[in-house]
């Protein structure tokens, strides 16, 4: 192992890492060492660094699991990988004594030669492992939970591994409370502003490659009008904004799943666009297919956002509130 602990001058009360790269301390401990105080903030451990060892004072069971997210820390440092403040929250999420006990680098899934995606919550770990397991999964939970961008990044793994021969992604092209009225341009255009947030994770996930994929039909970005009456084989399928579908749009997405396809559905019922704010659609599949065989469905919380740290607490007040 790269790092090792051992006792410090205060025997209980401190303890001691050693690392073998003063560069890649450095780079663990984030500009301004503010990797460190975000260590510190969230779980009352005094870290202090001497060169290429690093001091960790408080109590046992925070000296330890502090220790663990910085030897994980390291490790992906080791192995070329940069690290920012998303990865130590992370890293943090996976070493709660409430979570599943599962690390980060467990269940990352390769988008294209170069990318890599990997969960960054116990959430994440369970929501990819039902995509493995299920030719369809429902992802529920509030905005910033990585639902969509995850099923994108899935959807793009199974393409890299020729598992699927196409990505198609949908949205309800429903407005979130607003009337833009008549928009200029073809039908693409039209539908375009909608159908952006799938467009921002396709190419997060998959780089420059995705136009290239989309001009040859690979991927296929359309609003949920759009499926009717097709069949879609060979296909991995993500729909999204699930909560502004009705009954009726739900049953035929869901019924246009074809031979060795998979489809996965994401939506927030708390956001619905719908009259009278009601994800009915969703809410009605959820109940009706909780106990079909071949059906997942991962939930997540507000403590599952991995947006900018406010969201949660966004998400949490106004989820109080409406309770």
Known sequence: MSARAKSGPRKGEQLLLEFGNNKLVAALSGPHQKHFARLEQHLSVLISQRGNLIALSGPADARARVAAILRALYARLEAGESITLAEVDAEIRFTDPAAAGRGAHEGAIRTAGSRITKPRSPAQSTYLDLMRDNPLVFGIGPAGTGKTYLAAAFGAHMLFQRRVERLILSRPALEAGERLGFLPGDLKEKIDPYLRPLYDALFDVLGEQTTRLMDQGVIEVAPLAFMRGR?????????????????????????????????????DPSQSDLPGNVATGLNEALSILKDVEGVGIARFAEADVVRHALVSRVVAAYSARGK
């Open 231 to 267: 069949t879609l084989s060979r296909a991995f399928v993500i729909l999204d904004e699930a909560q502004n579908t009705t009954p009726a749009q739900m049953k035929m997405m869901l019924t246009r799943l074809g031979e060795d396809s998979q489809m996965v559905v994401t939506g």
